[in-house]
């Protein structure tokens, strides 16, 4: 599941559209009772604000499904 399959949203630029879809997706979940949920709803906010950030620089159409975290050379 992508970050905008988990807030329910199609991907966008608009980071107050973001907002309120995290919002929404956080009021129908118990972070107590399932931290889990919590922490890939949260993951899934940040990523999308960094996508949307992205797409606002380059607005060019992206294709999230194929855009993958910076790998951490070691």
Do not use: G
């Not at 919002?23 to 990523?47: C, G, H, S, Y």
């Not at 999308?48 to 999230?64: K, R, Y």
């Amino acid at each position: 599941m992508n970050c905008w399959q988990r807030l329910a949203i199609k991907p966008t630029s608009d980071l107050r559209a973001i907002k309120k879809a995290y919002a929404v997706q956080l009021k129908l979940m118990d972070p107590e009772t399932d931290p889990n949920a919590f922490i890939a709803l949260r993951e899934a906010l940040q990523r999308a604000q960094f996508e949307a950030e992205c797409l606002a620089q380059n607005p060019i159409q992206m294709d999230t499904a194929n855009i993958l975290p910076r790998q951490v050379m070691t």
